[in-house]
């Protein structure tokens, strides 16, 4: 299996901060990867698609960059309603999908 | 707009079968996309279960294959989910969702139903 590690698994922040979350997989993935952010409560949700693709309605200040085995997920300027857990994908291997172990985004 | 619904009891005996649906609105089962579920035990992390395409063509999470079995119905454009010998491992969120295939595009989940808790207990 592909495995994907996401660092931090916590994180604190504040409204108008810039940060970054990134996630590695064990064997490379090309640009096959994939964001979702999760309220509590709630269905995950698709960010960004392919890397660096913003999904339909994603705010801009959401980014994705990376290739091969890194990859990150950056916000520009965190606002109250990006509070969540975000999760990579991979989807190179797609008879085995996995996903990284989340990263909390709290409020500072 | 596309919509996924899952439904299924929401309480199933240890050694018992797990059985959900996931009906999909606006937009057919037959189309070029596979269809998914996807688990989350409470607190934890999301765990791929298995897809399906609609010509029967399955992959199945290596853990649970021996005891999971994902089945389409085109007539009722929905999807199923079985998981049998269950035990208190297999309590949480079961998801579906479409794994969109686009050519050039690396594939992803989109859209996911809103799930529906799982609990295996007596």
């Known amino acids: 299996d592909i495995q994907m590690t996401q660092s931090p698994s916590s994180l604190s922040a504040s409204v108008g901060d810039r940060v970054t979350i990134t996630c590695r997989a064990s064997?490379?993935?090309?640009?096959?990867l994939n964001w979702y952010q999760q309220k509590p409560g709630k269905a995950p949700k698709l960010l960004i698609y392919?890397?660096?693709t913003l999904q339909s309605g994603v705010p801009s200040r959401f980014s994705g960059s990376g290739s091969g085995t890194d990859f990150t997920l950056t916000i520009s300027s965190l606002q109250p309603e990006d509070f969540a857990t975000y999760y990579c994908q991979q989807s190179y291997r797609t008879a085995m999908f996995t996903f990284g172990q989340g990263t909390k985004l709290e409020i500072k | 707009q596309v919509q996924l619904q899952e439904s299924g009891p929401g309480l199933v005996k240890p050694s018992g079968t797990l059985s959900l649906t996931c009906v999909v609105s606006g937009d057919s089962i037959t189309s070029t996309n596979w269809w998914t579920w996807v688990r989350q035990p409470p607190g934890k992390g999301l765990e791929w279960i298995g897809e399906i395409y609609h010509t029967g063509s399955i992959n199945y999470n290596e853990s649970l294959k021996n005891r999971l079995t994902i089945s389409v119905d085109k007539s009722k454009n929905e999807f199923s989910l079985r998981l049998t010998s269950v035990t208190a491992a297999d309590t949480a969120v079961y998801y579906c969702?479409?794994?969109?295939?686009?050519?050039?595009?690396?594939?992803?989940?989109?859209?996911w139903g809103q799930g529906t808790l799982v609990i295996v207990s007596s």
């Open positions: 392919g890397t660096s």
């Open positions: 064997q490379t993935i090309k640009n096959y």
């Open positions: 969702a479409r794994d969109r295939v686009v050519r050039g595009v690396p594939p992803y989940f989109d859209p």
